[in-house]
């Protein structure tokens, strides 16, 4: 069964650092790009970025360039989101996604939330 | 980046009756090479993460009833359940992966009548 855990999120002042990780298990890890998806409280959903299945190549939307990095240890199973320079725009639920083939997230998982307040 | 717009923002739909919803790309996400289109439909409920619908605009994930059905292409998609149920109350999202910035449309509230 393909599960995906994340963990690290929590309350962080405005301006602060936070790394989330996402435990992934039931599938080859290294054989698929993984994902990171969030959905700000009562709104939609929003992709933040891919990385391939090697880490070579790294996608990221405009909001988040030069303040998140994606990273992954095959050898953990495990992807990595290092957010740093928070916003309170960037308090959201953040998802742990499996794009099937570089495309459709075909799993998902129940998310942690990040609040980024003072 | 490619914009996804959908409409309506909400509906209700009597029980057993038809809901139909539509996605809408700000360029074409056919890829004229295989013929695809690279869009998907997810259905989320509240509290959950989202769950896979539709994928190539038209192929129903595994294990997806088959009141539920995606069409179009180029820049025009549509999603249809065919006979609403108690349980597709939920916030329905189309999104593209056809460009390298993945990108989801606002979402379409779902209710009963």
């Known amino acids: ?118 | 980046d490619i914009v996804m717009t959908q409409s309506p923002d909400s509906l209700a739909v009597s029980l057993g009756e038809r809901a139909t919803i539509n996605c809408k790309s700000s360029q074409s996400v056919l890829y004229s090479s295989n013929n695809k289109n690279y869009l998907a439909w997810y259905q989320q409920k509240p509290g959950q993460p989202p769950k896979l619908l539709i994928y190539w605009a038209s192929t129903r994930e595994s294990g997806v009833p088959d009141r539920f059905s995606g069409s179009g292409s180029g820049t025009d998609f549509t999603l249809t359940i065919s006979s609403l149920q108690a349980e597709d109350v939920a916030v329905y999202y189309c999104q593209q992966y056809y460009s390298t910035q993945f990108t989801f449309g606002p979402g379409t509230k779902v209710d009963i009548k």
């Open chain 1, 1 to 118: 069964e393909v599960q995906l855990v994340e963990s690290g999120g929590g309350l962080v002042q405005p301006g602060g650092s936070l790394r989330l990780s996402c435990a992934a298990s039931g599938f080859t890890f290294s054989s698929y790009w993984m994902s990171w998806v969030r959905q700000a409280p009562g709104k939609g959903l929003e992709w933040v970025a891919n990385i391939k299945q090697d880490g070579s190549e790294k996608y990221y939307v405009d909001s988040v360039k030069g303040r998140f990095t994606i990273s992954r240890d095959n050898a953990k199973n495990s992807l990595y989101l290092q957010m740093n320079s928070l916003r309170a725009e960037d308090t959201a639920v953040y998802y742990c996604a499996r794009p099937y083939s570089s495309g459709w997230n075909d799993y998902w998982g129940q998310g942690t939330l990040v609040t980024v307040s003072s």
